[in-house]
């Protein structure tokens, strides 16, 4: 579970830069096409709190992923944290307010 990170933030991030511009900046040898292409799936299939869900609790959208892709599954929401943390895109989760 990756709730010590604002999953609101990183899609606020990656649904307003260019494609072109996260390719650059994600793209390397353990964060790879295949996980990248993953990714803009899921970006693309979800809005920000349904993004939230799948980023809080490693789950994927109902989209149609490719072997490659399936392959990743176990291990790519950590793969994800892993590249967004690395390159400073992750932001510590603020803890939420409990009404008394």
Request: aromatic content about 12%; glycine content about 0%.
């Amino acid at each position: 579970m990756n709730t010590n990170y604002d999953a609101s933030l990183v899609f606020e991030f990656l649904s307003h830069t260019p494609e072109a511009a996260l390719r650059k900046m994600l793209i390397d040898k353990t964060f790879t096409e295949i996980h990248f292409n993953m990714f803009m799936k899921i970006l693309r299939s979800s809005n920000e709190t349904q993004f939230c869900d799948h980023f809080y609790n490693s789950t994927y959208p109902k989209a149609k992923f490719n072997a490659n892709e399936i392959n990743l599954k176990e291990k790519f929401w950590d793969a994800c944290v892993a590249a967004l943390n690395s390159r400073g895109l992750l932001s510590p989760a603020t803890p939420q307010k409990i009404a008394a």
